[in-house]
């Protein structure tokens, strides 16, 4: 045993694993594709050259088959006379043809279009020649049976060497597209990072924003509190407060009409239907029946007395027709005699209300009023920024948890077609 010598193989051995892996940025991704693909092509069209030569050579033994064809004798003597001339013409076709398609000048491999233009020549001749050969077999065969198997052959040789160039042009495109799907990938990564800084930005605005607007809140409500802690606005309050208070009243008065006119309610409503009483008096009587407060509020006493006294005079001579008359002559009457009372009561009401309206325009607080309006606006402003700031704020840690899973991508489909092992290292 020489000592070292396995030590050294074991060195060198690392040494080769080493050479195949690398750590590099992802912007130098581009650059190996580029090269990957100089080396891609320059194999393909090597190739390609190969079986140019193979398809040509192949081609050249095809001619010399079909020479010694043309001029192989047919001896007529044995042949029906018409079964001799079809023979004899089916001969003329097939050497004609594959002589035609066996002398095209194939073209110099130096690049991939001369690679695809080779193949496309390569196949169509294939395809004419097998026609030909196909529609012309019993001749072949009835003629030159030996011919034939050597045809047979060369045409298998011309046919297996398209065959692996299609193989080199399929895997070339395919190639192209993983390479292309890397190059957009990376682009995909970049544009991620880039939004990322741009909504980290739009974030630290928003922010700003979001505190300038807490300052502006504080002037705003600060403004707010100096007018309502005056004592004109004190008594301001107060007239709203006493309206407020109004409203109270008003619904009581409202509530006791409504229950008291419910109680004449059944001879009002069949008063309706047998009354001849014109157009607006009987849509006064309808109103009555159905909303008392809203119609005695807007009608004159005398016209409700009118009304009444007719629905009493109808009760009591029994034209309207109730289950208990002595009970609906008294609601009635009790309705008459509470009318002078509710009629003050809205006259002193809406009197009040007057006064205390008039009260309201001796203050003017439109000051305030857009003080608060502002308010509003920057609150929902402020409240808006910060629903954007926690969108935005997901938005990028979703981007940020997908990133090294596109890089993890990225070195996958990179090491899938390149023979060094790739780790993709952050810049």
Same mark, same amino acid.
Request: with cysteine; hydrophobic share 30%.
């Given at each position: 045993?020489?000592?070292?010598?396995?030590?050294?193989?074991?060195?060198?051995?690392?040494?080769?694993?080493?050479?195949?892996?690398? &750590?590099?940025?992802?912007?130098?991704? +581009?650059?190996?594709?580029?090269?990957? $693909?100089?080396?891609? &092509?320059?194999?393909?069209?090597?190739?390609?050259?190969?079986?140019?030569?193979?398809?040509?050579?192949?081609?050249?033994?095809?001619?010399?088959?079909?020479?010694?064809?043309?001029?192989?004798?047919?001896?007529?003597?044995?042949?029906? +006379?018409?079964?001799?001339?079809?023979?004899?013409?089916? @001969?003329?076709?097939?050497?004609?043809?594959?002589?035609?398609?066996?002398?095209?000048?194939?073209?110099?491999?130096?690049?991939?279009? &001369?690679?695809?233009?080779?193949? $496309?020549?390569?196949?169509? =001749?294939?395809?004419?020649?097998?026609? =030909?050969?196909?529609?012309?077999? %019993?001749?072949?065969?009835?003629?030159?049976?030996?011919?034939?198997?050597?045809?047979?052959?060369?045409?298998?040789?011309?046919?297996?060497?398209?065959?692996? *160039?299609?193989?080199?042009?399929?895997?070339?495109?395919?190639?192209?597209?993983?390479?292309?799907?890397?190059?957009?990938?990376?682009?995909?990564?970049?544009?991620?990072?880039?939004?990322?800084?741009?909504?980290?930005?739009?974030? @630290?605005?928003?922010?700003?924003?979001?505190?300038?607007?807490?300052?502006? *809140?504080?002037?705003? =409500?600060?403004?707010?509190?100096?007018?309502?802690?005056?004592?004109?606005?004190?008594?301001?309050?107060?007239?709203?407060?006493?309206?407020?208070?109004?409203?109270?009243? =008003?619904?009581?008065?409202?509530?006791?009409?409504?229950?008291?006119?419910?109680?004449?309610?059944?001879?009002?409503?069949?008063?309706?239907?047998?009354?001849?009483?014109?157009?607006?008096?009987?849509?006064?009587?309808?109103?009555?029946?159905?909303?008392?407060?809203?119609?005695?509020?807007?009608?004159?006493?005398?016209?409700?007395? @009118?009304?009444?006294?007719?629905?009493?005079?109808?009760?009591?001579?029994? %034209?309207?027709?109730?289950?208990?008359?002595?009970?609906?002559?008294?609601? *009635?009457?009790?309705?008459?005699?509470?009318?002078?009372?509710?009629?003050?009561?809205?006259?002193?009401?809406?009197?009040?209300?007057?006064?205390?309206?008039?009260?309201?325009?001796?203050?003017?607080?439109?000051?305030?009023?857009?003080?608060?309006?502002?308010?509003?606006?920057?609150?929902?402003?402020?409240?808006?920024?910060?629903? @954007?700031?926690?969108?935005?704020?997901? &938005?990028?840690?979703?981007?940020?948890?997908?990133? +090294?899973?596109?890089?993890?991508?990225?070195?996958?489909?990179?090491?899938?077609?390149? +023979?060094?092992?790739?780790?993709?290292?952050?810049?």
């Amino acid at each position: 045993m020489v000592f070292g010598w396995g030590k050294k193989k074991t060195q060198q051995y690392e040494e080769d694993i080493t050479s195949r892996e690398k &750590e590099i940025f992802l912007s130098e991704i +581009p650059d190996i594709i580029k090269q990957l $693909k100089s080396i891609k &092509e320059k194999t393909v069209i090597s190739e390609t050259s190969i079986f140019r030569n193979k398809i040509k050579s192949n081609c050249d033994s095809i001619l010399k088959t079909v020479g010694d064809f043309e001029h192989a004798s047919i001896k007529s003597e044995d042949l029906d +006379p018409h079964l001799y001339t079809i023979l004899q013409r089916g @001969k003329k076709q097939v050497v004609s043809t594959i002589k035609q398609e066996c002398t095209v000048d194939f073209p110099d491999i130096i690049s991939l279009n &001369e690679v695809l233009t080779f193949h $496309k020549l390569s196949s169509r =001749m294939l395809k004419k020649i097998g026609d =030909m050969v196909g529609r012309q077999s %019993t001749v072949l065969h009835t003629l030159a049976n030996k011919f034939a198997n050597r045809l047979k052959d060369d045409l298998t040789n011309l046919k297996d060497g398209n065959d692996e *160039i299609q193989t080199l042009i399929d895997n070339h495109a395919n190639f192209e597209d993983k390479t292309n799907e890397i190059l957009e990938n990376i682009d995909k990564y970049n544009q991620s990072e880039k939004s990322v800084v741009v909504m980290n930005n739009n974030q @630290k605005q928003m922010k700003k924003n979001v505190k300038d607007l807490s300052s502006t *809140i504080q002037h705003d =409500m600060d403004e707010i509190e100096s007018v309502k802690s005056s004592k004109e606005y004190t008594n301001f309050s107060k007239v709203q407060e006493n309206i407020g208070n109004l409203s109270v009243g =008003m619904y009581k008065i409202k509530n006791d009409i409504e229950i008291q006119f419910t109680k004449i309610s059944r001879p009002l409503n069949k008063y309706v239907y047998i009354t001849s009483l014109g157009k607006s008096e009987k849509k006064l009587l309808e109103d009555l029946a159905n909303n008392p407060f809203d119609t005695i509020s807007k009608t004159s006493k005398q016209d409700i007395t @009118k009304i009444l006294e007719l629905v009493r005079n109808s009760v009591q001579s029994g %034209t309207v027709s109730v289950k208990d008359i002595s009970k609906s002559l008294l609601h *009635i009457d009790e309705t008459l005699e509470k009318l002078d009372s509710f009629f003050g009561k809205i006259s002193e009401h809406n009197q009040l209300k007057d006064k205390l309206e008039n009260d309201l325009k001796n203050y003017n607080f439109e000051n305030l009023r857009q003080d608060e309006s502002k308010l509003r606006k920057h609150q929902d402003d402020k409240s808006k920024t910060e629903s @954007k700031i926690k969108s935005l704020r997901v &938005e990028v840690d979703n981007i940020n948890e997908s990133l +090294p899973n596109q890089i993890k991508f990225i070195e996958t489909s990179l090491n899938k077609i390149s +023979p060094i092992l790739y780790s993709i290292k952050l810049e």
